[in-house]
Nanobody, 128 residues
Framework: EVQLGESGGGLVQAGESLRLSCAASGLSLDDYAIGWFRQAPGLEREGVSSFSKRDGSTAYADSVKDRFTISLDSTKKAVTLQMNNLKREDTAVYYC?????????????????????WGRGTQVTVSS
């Protein structure tokens, strides 16, 4: 059974940092890429960042470039999202997802429809 578990969410003030972690079981990160998405109340789910262990490629939404960094953690079994200089507009539930390394994923790494498995999410709240 595939399971994805997010951790690291919380309440911080604007300008502070958080690190989210996505632990995956039941699948291999050699076969699946990991994406981070977020959804704020009343808004559509948005692709934030993605990571492929195969070649280390990453992708970022324009809204988080230069502030967020996605990477494989030291255990090689989880993907982290380091979020720096957080803004109020970063407030959302953050989800990690796993998608097969196929042509669809390579073309649209931040599109939710190319991901097959999803975690339950972790809340990130940024206060001003």
């Amino acid at each position: 059974e595939v399971q994805l578990g997010e951790s690291g969410g919380g309440l911080v003030q604007a300008g502070e940092s958080l690190r989210l972690s996505c632990a995956a079981s039941g699948l291999s990160l050699d076969d699946y890429a990991i994406g981070w998405f977020r959804q704020a109340p009343g808004l559509e789910r948005e692709g934030v960042s993605s990571f492929s262990k195969r070649d280390g490629s990453t992708a970022y939404a324009d809204s988080v470039k230069d502030r967020f960094t996605i990477s494989l953690d030291s255990t090689k079994k989880a993907v982290t999202l380091q979020m720096n200089n957080l803004k109020r507009e970063d407030t959302a539930v953050y989800y990690c997802a796993a998608g097969r390394h196929d042509s669809n994923w390579w073309l649209r790494p931040l599109s939710d429809y190319v991901y097959q498995y999803w975690g339950r999410g972790t809340q990130v709240t940024v206060s001003s």
